[in-house]
Nanobody, 127 residues
């Protein structure tokens, strides 16, 4: 059974940092492209970052570029999203997805196909 489990969310003050994790079981993340997405109430889901499985190329949405970094640890079968200089607008449920074909459209990152999704972790940026 394939599972993607996100963790690391929480409440943080504006300007703070969080590191989200996407840990996989039943699938080897190194063989997939992994995307991070977020969704807040009343808004459409937005892709914020994507990392390819072969050469590890990374893409970022315009809204987070320069503030976040995506990385992967093959030994731990985990993909991370380091988020710095957080703003209240970053408040959302963050989810990871495994699929193929990272690309950017209209300033957000997307996967051409997705196979597996995690359940999400809540990030709240508030003073």
């Amino acid at each position: 059974q394939v599972q993607l489990v996100e963790s690391g969310g929480g409440l943080v003050q504006p300007g703070g940092s969080l590191r989200l994790s996407c840990a996989a079981s039943g699938v080897t993340l190194a063989n997939w492209h992994i995307g991070w997405f977020r969704q807040s109430p009343g808004k459409e889901r937005e892709g914020v970052s994507c990392i390819e499985g072969d050469f590890g190329a990374t893409l970022y949405a315009d809204s987070v570029k320069g503030r976040i970094s995506i990385s992967r640890d093959h030994r731990k079968n985990t993909v991370y999203l380091q988020m710095n200089s957080l703003k209240p607008d970053d408040t959302a449920v963050y989810s990871c997805a495994a699929g193929y074909g990272c690309y950017v459209r209209d300033g957000t990152t997307l996967l051409r196909s997705t196979q597996y999704w995690g359940q999400g972790t809540q990030v709240t940026v508030s003073s």
